[in-house]
């Protein structure tokens, strides 16, 4: 159901360009990799170590980030992740050495995650669960986005003038949307004063609170796992195309230009769909699909088809996104949804972290089939775990 006010079209244009630019700056990784190994010499295993610290490292900070953007309110929680963005942005751009780009990852990764956490949570706040889906779906077609404009871009301008340089671009667009948020975003009323006032251990209290429930539980495994599963084979795909096949880091971004583009149509029809069969079911059948084509696409070629199974991953992905997002943040109560989503959000960097590490073991060990055989299987796991999430009492 598309939202026809002017403030409803402010909020999503907004949040959208928020997500956009962490995606964007995430996944310009794999297509910029083989050059950095090559400046670096280092290996396809240290490598996975830019996702699994950036990964990491926003997933303990984001525990942090729940509890407070629940206090001081999810405009000012974008408005600090957007400069912390920024400043680790810089880092990247000026690092001459590996360890200097991982600490850059690193602090980029923190403000990544108060962006993730701020976006969905100021999204569930504004928007009512009627019509949830369908801006969700709207605000997340940023991840497809990012792989039409964001990623092709950002390949180009690696190939022509450095991969420092794009890191450098995140930054400058990062100062950019601060002022766009402050000036156009609506701040909304902060969820939950009281904690103010909580000592650490009440913190704590709320966290494990969320792991006496089998449906909160299989919400956090659910995201775990779904974000695990498309983590490695992104990551090692320009690698693989690179070492297999030559491909330049400019024409690696055209594959992403071509799953992007039905990915980013078929995005906010999502949350339409969604709305009449049901978001689980729409995760499950979506997770399921994602699964069969990964374990397909290491055994193609470069060329038309290639192309074509990558967009049907993309669309796969683009249809359990936006019903998974709205899934998870109704099933506890608004006062509690800061400090849940940091948790979910958690979970999703661990399995981010994980699937980066192991993905660069069994690439370098055995292939770009075991990477893939390995995100499919985790596709698998977050349909079962989904199965099991349902609304909750309040916390």
Known sequence: MPLGRREDRTVIGCLFFILFLGVA?????????????????STSSEMGFLFTGYAFCAGL?????????????????????????????CISYLSAGFCTLLTGRIVTGMGA???????????????????????MGSIFSSYFAALIMGIPLGSWLGERFGWNVVFGAMGATALALLVFVQLLLPALAAKSSGIRRMPVSEYVRRYFGFFKMQSTI?????????????????????VWLHDSYGISGSRIGLVFLAAGAGALLASPLAGSIAARIGKRLQFIASSVALALFLFTLPRLHWGAILFGIFGLL??????????????????????????????????SQLGIGLA??????????????????????????????????????DL
């Open 314 to 347: 993309s669309l796969s992905a683009a249809f359990r996104q936006g019903p998974m997002e709205a899934v998870l943040t109704e099933i506890v109560s608004s006062g509690s949804r800061g400090t849940f989503v940091a948790l979910k959000n958690s979970f």
């Open 25 to 41: 700056d995430n996944q310009i990784l794999s297509p910029l990799l083989p050059a950095i190994r090559t400046q670096f010499g």
């Open 218 to 238: 299989s919400a956090l495994l659910a995201s775990l796992f779904a974000s695990a599963g498309t983590t490695g084979f992104l990551a090692f795909l320009g």
């Open 356 to 393: 980066a590490m192991l993905s660069g073991m069994l690439f370098e060990r055995n292939g770009y089939g075991a990477v893939c055989l390995l995100g499919g299987a985790s596709c698998l796991v977050a349909a079962a775990a989904m199965a099991f999430t349902y609304k909750t009492r």
């Open 61 to 89: 900070s984001v525990l942090v980030w729940g509890p407070i953007s629940d206090v001081f309110g999810r405009k000012n929680g974008l408005l600090t992740g957007l400069m912390i963005f920024c400043a680790g942005s």
């Open 113 to 135: 995650s108060m962006l993730s956490l701020n976006t969905l949570s100021y999204a569930a706040d504004f928007f009512p669960y009627s019509s949830r889906g369908w801006a």
